[in-house]
């Protein structure tokens, strides 16, 4: 099944070489694409693929990988794992059908939820591109995707956060600040996350000991992680640390996914290793995953595909391993990937769908650099969005300013502004315990407190000394 | 007399915690304060670096400008590749030497950090270098660090600076890099240079950056080699290599590679 795509507008024929192409030539204009020298030439062209792309049977994708069988073990894990049976409802819908069949209002959570195993990412990136900024929310609000380990995260109506306290030099005292500055605006209920500034596995048990202490002296019913790589993490449990999930960056294809130095059986190790400290009180999701955009082509392995088509990829890496969390780290790659507000906002939109169609529990790093075009106000927009889209979680540091990594993401306030603005709750062991601790009013809402609240002095008091 | 607790926060860390509320909001000192630190990150990413201060301050040097293949800030940022090299009929410019050392400074992704520190690193770093044949000075528009393989090795330098604006943070807009590499040549690795970075005000100071330059040229020309193996060799730890030993990358990296 090959053959070149065409479709033909007023006399003129545009005429699309293969499925990468087409794929390609249909995505929103993007500057990594451009970097790679596959994003259509004129805006023209660019609609063109998508017409053509309309009129393309989802079994195609199936018949025909667009990076082969025999060289990359991320297209074998899609095609064999691939749901015969859950796929059939869609079966003999083309892309452009598909769209409406997801739009319609009787494709409800439980309908999109036993459509998943049936959906490829490419499926779900090709309809993508036939979508709105509106469709992309409309259509990824109604999925629902439940993950638990102490906390429950993803049900109706919640908005979950990881808090990230970073320090340059992950000084315990500089995190303990940050952390109980976020547990003080009901953050952290997703996971208390660290990207360690030294990965190395002292330092990784260090610092997952320090936070277990932590939740342990307030009980807070969340999970900690140290974002080290996977190798250290296995060697973190082997040392017997206090180690609740394991965090590893993947990409979509072998290539990519051996930059990051990682393999599908290298997680699968790392996924019974944590299983094996049944260390979750309510469930066993146990791994945590960032993507983004971008991150293939810059290790050169994209294979020339688009590199919106190409994270959807790793989303079917993710949901081998049953995961907690992923988010995508939308704005963090810089310019040349995502090169403005506009941009990121339609990346992490884009993101968010993929994930949730194929019912992988998505979240969002909402966020930017200073060589990227966009402010403070534009994560302020693509937070709200969403939110609207019912996103799983989002990340939140202190005054949105990460000073380890030098980039910006969500504040405190923005998280919890979020959640009073839309009525969205935190997981509700994480919000029993806010209760307990003082942290919420009548409605349910995070009251700003005096320095003289019995709320601030026992946190902070206790959690500074600890 | 009892302690405010959010003072203490505040003094346990550098991050922007207990910042108080309006409402769900920033207190709006605190709001302007975040929006001048990312303007001033803005207008270091996006300034054009006054080369004709920094000839002037590295008089009477030998100085010669240059340009990358991108023409422009928009592209630069666009287009990381161009910045890699140097527009066609640049490389006529330049003598083809040979020199031990050629010092590139190149814009980077801040003028500030250029305008500030740059031309005095450059001048104690040599005086740090008596009897060592130095290049003139290269001043780079539109420049990644890869820049300065091209430049060396048309200079035919043994050892290539590029002293360069980094990506600026929130913290400091201002901060500039250097990286080191033995026998320039186009296509070279990260993990054949070594990188000191954090140069600014409130971060290495330039005469001691200027020690560790002036260490690590001696001591790549004496062993022959930079990178992972000059670090091994390094009496002190915080000397860096632009690449780690082992071959992970995080997804979330520190931002200081932004402009290679």
Known sequence: ?????????????????????????????????????????????????????????????????????ETDEVTRLI????????????????????REWLMAWDADAERLAALAPGLTPEMVAAVSKLCGNGDLITIAAKCRVVTRFRSTIGLHGRLSSRLQPNDPTDDPQAIAAGTLDGLLFGMGDAVIGINPATDNVEACIHLLTMLDELRLTFEVPTQSCVLSHVTTSIQAIERGAPLDLVFQSIAGTEAANAGFGVTLALLAEAQEAALSLKRGTIGSNVMYFETGQGAALSADAHHGLDQQTVEARAYAVARAFSPLLVNTVVGFIGPEYLYDAKEIIRAGLEDHFCAKLLGVPMGCDVCYTNHAEADQDDMDDLALLLAAANVNFLIA??????IMLNYQSLSHHDVMRLRHLLGRRPAPEFEAWLARMGLLDDSGRVPPLPDSAPAVARLIGQGARA | MREDPFELLRRMTRARVALGRAGDGLPTAAKLEFQMAHALARDAVWGKVNFDGIAEALAPRDVIEVTSAAPD????????????????????????????????IADGLSADAVESHAAGLVIATVARLAGLSIGPIVLASQARVALGDDVGATMRARLVAVLIGERPGLSAADSLGVYLTLHPAPGLRDSARNCISNIHGHGLSADRAADKLAWLVREALRLGVTGIGLKEAAPDAALETTASPTPIIHHKPTGARDHE
């Open chain 1, 1 to 69: 099944m090959t053959g070149a795509f065409r479709a033909r507008h007023r006399g003129e024929t545009h005429v699309f070489e293969d499925l990468r192409t087409l794929l390609a030539c249909a995505s929103p204009r993007r500057s990594g694409d451009e970097l790679a020298g596959i994003a259509a030439d004129s805006a023209a062209r660019r609609v063109a693929a998508r017409m053509a792309l309309a009129d393309v049977p989802l079994r195609r994708f199936l018949d025909e990988p667009l990076i082969p069988y």
């Open chain 1, 397 to 402: 540091v202190p005054g949105a300013d990460d």
């Open chain 2, 73 to 104: 800030r928009a592209s630069y940022l666009r287009r990381p590749d161009l910045g890699r090299r140097l527009a066609a009929g640049e490389a006529s410019k330049l003598p083809s030497g040979p020199f031990d050392v050629v010092f590139v």
């Open chain 1, 79 to 98: 095609i064999d794992s691939h749901d015969a049976a859950a796929f059939a409802p869609v079966a003999s819908l083309t892309v452009g059908e598909l």
